[in-house]
C-alpha cells in the first residue's frame, strides 16, 4: 500500500503487536468499520505505530501506545481509500464491440469540466486544487499535508469555497 513505509518487526515488536491485538478490533468497532471488509486495511497502520513506538523512545516517554495507534490506524485507511480512488481504478467499462465510450460517460466529463471551469473562475488556485483533491475522494488531513497548511486552514479555504461551487452547480447541493 502506497504511503506506508516497508519495514520487518523484530521479535520484540512482534510480541508488543501480539499483546495489543486487541486495540484493532476496538478501533474497527469504534469507527463502525467491518471486520472483514477493513481489517486488512487497519492492521498496516497498527504495524506501523508498533514499529515507531518501539523505535522512537520518545513517544514511549511522551504517550500510551492506543494514542499512537489510534493516530495511525486511520492513516492506513485514508492511503487506502486514495489508493481505490485513482483514476486508473475507476476506469470506464467499455465493451470489446464499441471503440468509444457511451454518449453519457462522455456528456458527465464535459458537465463536469464545465463545472470545474466555473468553480475556478471564482476560487483562488490553492481553492481548486483543495476543492479537486476533496472531488477525488482525499481526506482534509491529506489535503492539509499536501497543501503545507493547517487541517483547521484546509478547512476554512474549503469552506470559502463553498459558495462558488453551489453558484456553479446552480444550488442544487447547497442547504
Not at 21 to 27: A, C, D, M, R
Not at 49 to 77: G, H, Q
Not at 133 to 142: L, T, V
Amino acid at each position: 500500500m502506497r504511503g506506508m513505509r516497508k519495514f520487518t518487526l523484530n521479535a520484540e515488536q512482534k510480541e508488543f503487536a501480539t499483546a495489543h491485538h486487541s486495540l484493532i478490533f476496538s478501533f474497527l468497532k469504534w469507527r463502525g468499520l467491518s471486520k472483514n471488509d477493513y481489517y486488512d486495511i487497519i492492521v498496516f497502520g497498527f504495524m506501523q505505530a508498533v514499529y515507531e513506538y518501539l523505535t522512537k523512545p520518545n513517544l514511549r516517554a511522551e504517550y500510551e501506545f492506543s494514542t499512537i495507534a489510534y493516530r495511525n490506524m486511520p492513516d492506513a485507511l485514508s492511503a487506502n481509500r486514495i489508493y481505490l480512488n485513482r483514476l486508473k481504478r475507476k476506469g470506464v467499462t467499455v465493451s470489446l464491440n464499441d471503440s468509444i465510450p457511451a454518449a453519457d460517460t462522455i456528456m458527465d466529463g464535459l458537465e463536469r469540466a464545465e463545472l470545474l471551469g466555473e468553480i475556478a473562475k471564482q476560487v483562488s488556485r490553492r481553492q481548486m486544487r483543495i476543492i479537486l483533491m476533496k472531488a477525488n475522494g482525499y481526506g482534509i488531513r491529506y489535503i492539509a499535508r499536501k497543501e503545507h497548511v493547517t487541517i483547521p486552514v484546509a478547512k476554512d479555504l474549503l469552506e470559502r469555497s463553498k459558495s462558488a461551487v453551489c453558484t456553479a452547480v446552480g444550488g442544487a447541493h447547497c442547504a
